[in-house]
């Protein structure tokens, strides 16, 4: 398994294709901030649409092109209206046994065609920590030819409504996330933080030894044999790549694999914090409500699953 695979897994994520979106402009729609442990994304099937996030600039969408909002920030979809469009109806919903349909075009060509939907994820999940507040990428570049039959049977199966399609674009939706992030970073030319570690094959494998064996009594020296170096040379070459110290990091995946454990097993506090490297169930309890804000007994409590 690689890192990249295990942070996907301790985010657990879980995808949501909500909307099918067959609008003409003009027409505005505000999204507001999602709640905590939520992605949005739009994927652009047909047409055009502008979004607006204040304090940035306009963002143009086309066919091909998907959104996504790792920590769901607040923006507007912007459609403009075409010389050729007649004038919009009010804008109805309908469930179509699939997903719900969105549309004021009056049986007309729309302006755009969108899927939109959600990804939920773990509180504090260190993928989406690292994440920039923004990830845009296009199923109709060579980077990612995979995207796009992905993203046509998500539309076939929102189209035509069969039996399971709920569950089917639910799944799709879960394994578009993934497919998302793999176009994203093969377009980057350069990388930051933990992207930029596990983008580094040695340091990459330092970190894949913390998540596989978080209870190991770790120091920088273990960590650099992991990465096939010495201690001076790892932590010259982590730093490079992140602002974050090797041990700032290993405490954050600590945290994560707990925070898992919490709300996925019905271990002991005590067996969690020993599973995650810590002798002492005050040191753990300490560090996790320095990161989550509550107590882990609380953390269960909320988010567990009962």
Not at 138 to 163: I, K
Not at 186 to 200: C, H, I, M
Request: hydrophobic content about 45%; glycine content about 6%.
């Amino acid at each position: 398994m690689d890192a990249l695979d295990k942070l996907i897994q301790l985010a657990n994520l879980n995808g949501a294709l909500d909307l099918r979106c067959l609008l003409s402009g003009p027409l505005e729609l505000d999204h507001d901030p999602a709640p905590a442990g939520e992605s949005l994304y739009h994927v652009v099937l047909d047409g055009a649409c502008t979004v607006l996030r204040q304090g940035h600039a306009p963002l143009e969408l086309k066919a091909g092109d998907i959104f996504l909002l790792p920590r769901g920030d607040s923006h507007v979809v912007s459609i403009k209206p075409r010389k050729a469009d007649a004038a919009a109806t009010p804008v109805e919903k309908h469930y179509n046994g699939a997903v719900t349909v969105k549309s004021n075009c009056g049986g007309q060509p729309p302006g755009v065609d969108m899927l939109c939907g959600r990804f939920l994820y773990a509180p504090r999940a260190l993928l989406i920590d690292v994440l920039p507040d923004v990830v845009h990428v296009s199923f109709s570049r060579a980077s990612a030819p995979y995207l796009e039959p992905l993203v046509q049977t998500m539309r076939r199966e929102a189209d035509e409504a069969q039996l399971g399609a709920p569950s089917i674009v639910t799944a799709l939706s879960t394994a578009l996330f993934t497919m998302v992030l793999r176009a994203w970073l093969a377009e980057q030319p350069s990388l930051a933080g933990v992207l930029a570690l596990l983008a580094n094959r040695r340091l990459g494998a330092s970190i894949i030894a913390m998540l596989e064996r978080p209870a190991e009594p770790w120091t920088l020296e273990m960590l650099a044999r992991e990465a096939a170096m010495s201690r001076a040379t790892f932590m010259r070459a982590f730093s490079a790549h992140s602002d974050s110290s090797p041990l700032a990091l290993l405490s954050h995946v600590r945290m994560q694999l707990a925070s898992t454990m919490l709300t996925h097993t019905k271990k002991s506090i005590a067996d969690v914090a020993a599973d995650v490297g810590y002798q002492s169930e005050a040191a753990f309890s300490k560090r996790f409500k320095e990161l989550y804000g509550v107590a882990p007994g609380k953390f269960r409590a909320v988010n567990g699953l009962g």
